[in-house]
């Protein structure tokens, strides 16, 4: 293993790590670049696991000895050490939970491939969940609900052309990198895309205020065998093209005067409703 001591934040061969503060920036440069940035000793090993290729590593003198044996599985790939207040310049903000890595972000999983595996375990059939990410833009949103996919079983997660992206470093953050353990790709057309999903056999129900919604244990009660759960974005929920087209509006009742729960929130309790 190769290790570069930084010694100047204007070093080109640590581009990938600049400005990293930046999210309008960030969420345009890094998937034209084929890149994202997994943050943490945690993460990284996550990333690694999940068959990613690290492009390079970037790191405090103090935490090579941690991740001696992640350098052994890649020796050649570049590691950049520097003293803690210059690898702050680099990026803008303090590091403070062990290395980071560039890494290079997976292709896309075509749709119906995603839809094949959905439904099989072991190369067994069984009933099989989706969720949809309608133009989500919270990051930190976006992490929590693959977070809860993960942990409650959901086969695939389907984001919108619009939504923010689920391999931004805080939404990989926030997710404890299990947005790596979840098959998910972007719907290239939305909502038209909802016919494949329904010609597959997935029934499409919308997690919604609107007018006519049932409520989540009658959901449950239905016993769809494929089912796709869809969430609309922060502010203002649903579009209205994608109610037109659901086959049900489902909300989950509210008690004490709340009107509605964090869509992070509402995922979960959806997710584990219908597992």
Known sequence: MTF??????????????????????????????????????????????????????????????????????????????????LLEEITGFHLHRGAMAAMQRPAPLPLEELLAGAGRVAGQEHRSRIAILENLTDHTNVGAIFRSAAAIGVDAVLVSPECADPLYR????????????????RIESWPGDLEILKDAGYFVAG????????????????????????????????RPETDQVLDARVTIPMMNGVDSLNVAASSAVAFYATR
Do not use: C
């Open 4 to 85: 570069h001591y930084l010694e100047s934040a204007d070093d080109p061969r640590v581009a990938d790590y600049t400005q990293l503060t930046d999210v309008h920036l960030r969420k345009l440069r890094e998937p034209v670049e084929g890149m994202y940035i997994a943050e943490s000793s945690r993460v990284l090993r996550r990333a690694i696991a999940a068959g990613h290729q690290p492009r390079s590593f970037f790191l405090a003198e103090k935490w090579l000895d941690g991740l001696d044996d992640v350098f052994q599985q890649f020796p050649e790939v570049p590691a950049y050490i520097g003293k803690a207040s």
């Open 207 to 238: 997690m919604s205020l609107g007018e006519g919604a049932i409520t989540l244990d009658e959901l449950v009660s239905q016993d769809h065998q494929n089912l796709v759960l869809v969430f609309g974005t922060e502010g203002e929920g649903l």
């Open 170 to 185: 805080r939404s990989i953050r926030v997710s404890m990198g299990t947005v790596f353990q979840v098959p998910w790709t």
